[in-house]
């Protein structure tokens, strides 16, 4: 049983929510709060709480004294497309508010605030899920994983940038949003210069945007789901990578590369070079063409091998070493191998 403090609090607050406040924003996802008091909690404390929690914006405020068995939870009464949430928070002998993923101490307003948006975006998972990459939750960067793991299945050495990213766009079942900086750049019609065919769909289009000096960075950080987001880099984003270095040994990741050949080159291009060798360890080659053109790399020049019996990797790195280059054995989403080539210098 409330005590008349209490009882009359109730009644103001039902009819704040009934008639609104001025210049509050009604929010779309309905939240409705329970607050628990643990056994001897004061009563003035409560009034405090209360108060503070309806200028927050909760659809609808409850007090009721602790049952056995009572925890910090959130159920969705509604449906995923239209949630309504109903929450259980605990008022604690130490004045302190346990909601789920959160607990605050009175006035901590920003948090609080932080908390509830972050439901309204995201859903339970939002506030409980356990963190992942990019500032997601993990099951986020999961489903975001699975949409750019599968690789991409067009040609692109030759073919115009603007037309590859789009198709890639296209292909990744979750919004791809272009940056308004980014836009004239994306569509310029510079030729992809490396054959990204059969990379995943999010390394190949990290290395499709890198000659154009934009990124791909994430979204839905509190949200209900993941995208994707070109833009140019600022210095602070984290962007998607174009491929990690491998977990496993470098002879378990690409067994071809370590395969016995005889070789012999003299005085030929070196991009004529490496591609006779990349057709043979059937490996795709993604160069940092931006490295290249800092340091004036020039692919034409002529590179030589002497006559001897040595196996891929090496042939590969001696020819790059003469043009001051060198390799790196990396994996895409779908831990595909491939070998990026970038400068000795950084």
Same mark, same amino acid.
């Given at each position: ?144 994983? $699975? ?5 991409? $299945? ?15 766009? $296209? ?65 602070? $984003? ?109």
């Amino acid at each position: 049983m409330f005590t008349r403090p209490v009882v009359v609090l109730l009644v103001i607050v039902a009819w704040v929510m009934a008639v609104g406040v001025p210049g509050t924003v009604v929010a779309q996802v309905p939240v409705s709060l329970e607050l628990v008091t643990s056994p001897g909690f004061a009563i003035e404390e409560q009034q405090d709480w209360f108060q503070a929690l309806n200028r927050l914006g909760f659809t609808d405020l409850r007090l009721r004294t602790a049952r056995p068995g009572d925890e910090p939870a959130v159920v969705n009464r509604g449906t995923p497309d239209q949630p309504r949430y109903v929450v259980t928070g605990i008022l604690t002998r130490d004045n302190r508010l346990q909601l789920p993923g959160l607990t605050v101490r009175f006035g901590q307003r920003q948090q609080l605030g932080d908390w509830l948006e972050r439901l309204r975006a995201g859903g339970e998972d939002a506030i409980t899920g356990e963190p992942g990459a990019f500032g997601l939750t993990a099951k986020q960067f999961e489903a975001l994983h $699975e949409a750019v793991r599968p690789a991409f $299945e067009f040609e692109t050495k030759g073919q115009p940038s603007r037309d590859v990213i789009r198709q890639i766009r $296209e292909s990744i079942p979750v919004r791809v949003e272009v940056d308004p900086s980014a836009a004239a750049a994306v569509e310029r019609s510079d030729a992809v210069l490396d054959e990204l065919q059969g990379l995943s769909r999010g390394t190949a289009l990290a290395a499709a945007l890198r000659p154009l000096g934009m990124i791909v960075t994430v979204t839905g950080q509190g949200q209900a789901s993941a995208g994707l987001r070109i833009t140019r880099p600022a210095g602070k $984003e984290e962007a998607w990578p174009i491929g990690t270095a491998p977990a496993s040994s470098p002879h378990k990741t690409a067994p071809a590369l370590f395969r016995d050949l005889n070789v012999e080159i003299h005085d030929r291009p070196l991009a004529e070079a490496l591609d006779a060798l990349q057709q043979r360890v059937k490996l795709p080659f993604v160069f940092d063409h931006n490295a290249l053109a800092k340091h004036d790399v020039d692919l034409q020049q002529p590179v030589s091998f002497p006559a001897k019996r040595t196996f891929y990797k090496k042939a590969v790195d001696d020819l790059l070493y003469q043009a001051k280059l060198r390799s790196e054995l990396r994996i895409d989403d779908a831990q595909h191998a491939f070998v990026w080539i970038t400068t000795i210098k950084k």
